[in-house]
């Protein structure tokens, strides 16, 4: 069973940046899309970024373009989101996830597909 597990986030101030990491095991990822979602409460799960796992091909939102960017290092299984110039509204519990299809914007519509780490939450004070 693919394995997701979250770190990095915490509070910071508007403006300021921080960097999660995602964790990935339990079966070679080749073919599968990466990829980062957001929720708030009282809100559907939000796309952020994704990564193909064997190109490194990277989309982001357009609400986080120029301010989040997606990596990864297939050698030590990870996936990360550098977060900059973080604002309130990006306050949301931060999930990583894989699914074994190309990238598509169809594809990473569905806010449930997949496998999902347990998430990690990010806080930004005004």
């Known amino acids: 069973q693919v394995q997701l597990v979250e770190s990095g986030g915490g509070l910071v101030q508007a403006g300021g940046s921080l960097r999660l990491s995602c964790a990935a095991s339990g079966r070679t990822f080749s073919g599968y899309t990466m990829g980062w979602f957001r929720q708030s409460p009282g809100k559907e799960r939000e796309f952020v970024a994704a990564i193909t796992w064997s190109a490194g091909r990277t989309y982001h939102a357009d609400s986080v373009k120029g301010r989040f960017t997606i990596s990864k290092d297939n050698a030590k299984n990870m996936v990360y989101l550098q977060m900059n110039s973080l604002k309130p509204e990006d306050t949301a519990v931060y999930y990583c996830?894989?699914?074994?299809?190309?990238?598509?914007?169809?594809?990473?519509?569905?806010?449930?597909?997949?496998?999902w780490g347990q998430g990690t939450q990010v806080t930004v004070s005004s």
């Open positions: 996830n894989a699914r074994a299809v190309p990238f598509t914007l169809a594809a990473m519509a569905n806010p449930l597909g997949g496998s």
